[in-house]
């Protein structure tokens, strides 16, 4: 499925990954994890039963797990320390997601320049 993301008023052509049920969350890594070596962009993620938003930011292969920064955080001059006590940037592995949830997934594609 196609999408926009529109990051401060502009269009940010984006692929949507339905992810069925968080217990499949692995058989995508590979997916994840090659979208932020090619492209390099934030992936947002949202779910059903597994309400909360989150923005991703990495991925790792070995253990599975993604790097989840919430999107909800907000505030000048947070150190990084104060970013990760307060679990607002946390890895966070593949099997700590609603496993019975669904998720969507939305990559931001890279824009041929030809």
């Known amino acids: ?3 926009q993301w ?4 502009r269009q940010v052509p984006c692929r949507v990954v339905h992810v069925a049920r968080g217990a499949k969350l692995p058989d995508f890594i590979d997916q994840i994890y090659s979208h932020f ?4 962009a934030p992936v947002m993620m949202g779910g059903d039963t597994d309400a909360s938003s989150k923005g991703i930011v990495g991925a790792c292969r070995d253990p599975p797990s993604l790097l ?3 999107p909800h955080c907000y505030g000048a001059g947070i150190t990084r320390h104060q970013l990760q006590e307060k679990c607002w940037v946390k ?3 593949l099997e700590n997601f609603c496993q019975e949830s669904f ?3 939305c990559m931001p ?3 041929d320049k030809s």
């Open 1 to 3: 499925m196609k999408a």
């Open 68 to 70: 989840v920064v919430d």
């Open 37 to 40: 070596r090619d492209v390099g």
């Open 91 to 93: 890895w966070v592995s």
């Open 6 to 9: 529109s990051p401060n008023g």
């Open 103 to 105: 998720y969507n997934l």
């Open 109 to 111: 594609v890279k824009l």
